[in-house]
């Protein structure tokens, strides 16, 4: 009798490749990709990590024997470096080549950092087109606010709103004089 053996599969879904227009998505997938297989895979993303020390007989921190470590820190170790190899394999190489000397998942995932700035740079720059329709200005700003509440930072309702109001076109300067003049735009919510 001729016993099959089992062999067991685990796929795992490529995370999508950053780029500027899907940053939010990125993060979501990126995240989603990482905890997947093990939930504690993602806390050297948010904790860091650093290969353990020792002290040596001057008392200084020396690198530990990786043979000395502990079963906790080869697993913490081995998170991270799940973490940073999806981290890795998501990046374009014009990211990847700023972060390739990263031992943290932590310190690789500061990409998010750069983008964040550009965000901001993209709100303050932001202005609507002479073609475009509230609703598409206004869909721009929202996608640009909500991108950035997945990176961690909120604007205030009191901001969008003024940002709202200062980019609106000529040609709606009724409806802006309107608002204006009956609503609060300090209390508005977008």
């Known amino acids: 009798m001729v016993m099959e053996k089992s062999q067991q599969y685990v796929t795992i879904q ?27 895979a993602w806390f050297p993303v948010e904790e860091g990590w650093t290969a353990p ?32 190899s999806i981290i890795f394999r ?49 869909s721009w700003l929202s996608s640009i606010s909500q991108e950035a509440v997945v990176l961690g930072k909120r604007y205030k309702d009191k901001k969008l709103v003024k940002k709202f109001l200062r980019s609106v076109l000529d040609k709606f300067q009724s409806h802006k004089s309107a608002i204006d003049v009956s609503l609060d735009s300090d209390t508005l919510k977008v």
């Open 90 to 138: 998501s990046l374009p190489m014009s990211q990847f080549t700023r972060v390739q000397g990263c031992t943290s998942a932590k310190e690789a995932s500061y990409v998010k950092r750069t983008r964040l700035d550009i965000l901001a740079s993209e709100f303050e720059n932001l202005t609507m087109e002479n073609e475009e329709s509230i609703e598409e200005f206004s």
């Open 53 to 84: 020390v020792v002290m040596d007989a001057k008392g200084l921190e020396i690198p530990k024997s990786k043979k000395d470590w502990t079963a906790k820190e080869k697993t913490v170790a081995k998170n991270n470096s799940t973490a940073l």
């Open 14 to 40: 490529q995370p999508l490749k950053l780029d500027a227009e899907h940053y939010g998505y990125w993060t979501m997938s990126i995240r989603q990709a990482i905890q997947s297989p093990k939930m504690d």
